[in-house]
């Protein structure tokens, strides 16, 4: 590994929040805005120990909610870099509820969010590469690139046609 390169394991970040009323909807789960809220600040924090610069948020993918998280439960939110490109990277997410009361954990849902690094002037700035080391951080890795393509296609930045990745899923 050279000096521009760094593990998942060093960008990561657990963060932990305990649901109050005011996180709350009718039904006393966990609003999902103010999860997406938590989300974007554990991935934010996770691409700035990355790589060590200030970060913007850049595409949010899907999320969906498994299991929703009740008042009085706490959330965790592991974040990490599971890719960088040049001056982009992407995030990875688990949340977990935990009820203390019944003393048990549970999945609420997994997201990627992609966050670019600013230098000085605002302006996009190259990062470190990432070298994945479990054999989760390798399947992780390697997923990534074709989940960039699917999101450059959205945002209309990427031909249909040039998602080689992406095309060599479905095409022998």
Request: hydrophobic residues 40%; neutral net charge; charged residues 25%.
């Amino acid at each position: 590994m050279d000096q521009f390169s760094k593990t998942a394991k060093e960008s990561s970040v657990t963060m932990t929040e305990l649901v109050l009323p005011n996180d709350t909807n009718m039904f006393g789960n966990l609003m999902g805005g103010r999860l997406m809220y938590w989300m974007d600040i554990a991935a934010a924090l996770a691409a700035m120990k990355h790589c060590g610069t200030p970060v913007v948020t850049a595409s949010v993918d899907n999320i969906s909610f498994e299991n929703p998280i009740k008042l009085g439960n706490a959330v965790h939110i592991q974040a990490r870099v599971s890719r960088a490109f040049n001056t982009s990277m992407e995030i990875f997410m688990s949340v977990w509820g935990e009820d203390a009361l019944h003393q048990y954990k549970y999945k609420s849902n997994e997201a990627y969010f992609t966050f670019v690094s600013l230098d000085p002037n605002g302006k996009p700035r190259k990062i470190p590469a990432l070298v994945p080391e479990t054999e989760d951080e390798k399947k992780l890795f390697d997923g990534a690139l074709r989940r960039r393509q699917v999101r450059l296609i959205l945002g209309g930045k990427m031909q249909p046609d040039d998602a080689t990745e992406l095309k060599a899923l479905f095409f022998k």
